[in-house]
């Protein structure tokens, strides 16, 4: 790799952990409001899942495509209903998608 790609690595690091160190350094000391702390607490979760829906049924050129992604996140939904174990969650995604691709 060119010493500029390193350079750019190294930048970005810097800057992300600047932009991590503002938080605690503004507001380190202070206690946040009832409402804001559940709030960011089920931030993680909102986040997660919108990237999951994001990259479920995205396409190209800003599309919605519904394709064998979807059946496996069904799949994947129906397992976690049922109150299944993970890798059964996960096997249940895998083999859905994968059948609906070989069919389809």
Do not use: N, Y
Not at 28 to 35: N, Q
Not at 52 to 78: P, Q
Request: overall charge positive; proline content about 3%; glycine content about 8%.
């Amino acid at each position: 790799m060119s010493a500029t790609v390193w350079i750019t690595v190294g930048g970005l690091a810097v800057t992300t952990a600047l932009i991590k160190a503002v938080g605690p350094v503004i507001f380190g000391g202070r206690e946040l409001h009832p409402v804001l702390q559940r709030v960011i607490l089920l931030l993680p979760a909102a986040l997660l899942a919108a990237l999951v829906v994001t990259e479920t049924v995205s396409g190209h050129a800003r599309t919605v495509t519904i394709d064998a992604r979807v059946a496996g996140m069904a799949a994947a939904c129906i397992a976690l209903i049922a109150r299944a174990q993970l890798l059964v969650v996960v096997l249940a995604a895998a083999i859905t998608t994968a059948v609906v691709r070989a069919v389809g």
